[in-house]
């Protein structure tokens, strides 16, 4: 069993910075391929981020290339994403997720980011 709880969302302003964490329970989730998603209101839930299992591999949605980094502290079992230049429409419940060898996607809570244009 995993369980993912997220930190760090809030109200920020467009071209400001902010950084999301996820706490990761289990021994083992430092094995796990993670990632970060979104779902902005009225929209799907999206994919934004993912990092290997050592973190030496990260993919990313073009919408924030080059604006958002994924980042893992496996002595930690963290996850983070750091968001600079946001913009309005970044605004979206973001969610961690961890994958596991056996194919199931474990989902955290999610926490709010807003953006002020």
């Known amino acids: 069993q995993v369980q993912l709880v997220e930190s760090g969302g809030g109200l920020v302003q467009a071209g400001g910075s902010l950084r999301l964490s996820c706490a990761a329970s289990g021994s083992t989730v430092r094995n796990y391929p993670m990632g970060w998603f979104r779902r902005a209101p009225g929209k799907e839930r999206e994919f934004v981020a993912r990092?290997?299992?050592?973190?030496?591999?990260?993919r990313y949605a073009d919408s924030v290339k080059g604006r958002f980094t994924i980042s893992r502290d496996n002595t930690k079992n963290m996850v983070y994403l750091q968001m600079n230049s946001p913009r309005p429409e970044d605004t979206a419940v973001y969610y961690c997720?961890?994958?596991?060898?056996?194919?199931?996607?474990?989902w955290g809570q999610g926490t709010q980011v807003t953006v002020s244009s």
């Open positions: 990092i290997n299992s050592n973190g030496d591999f990260t």
């Open positions: 997720a961890a994958d596991t060898p056996s194919g199931s996607r474990y």
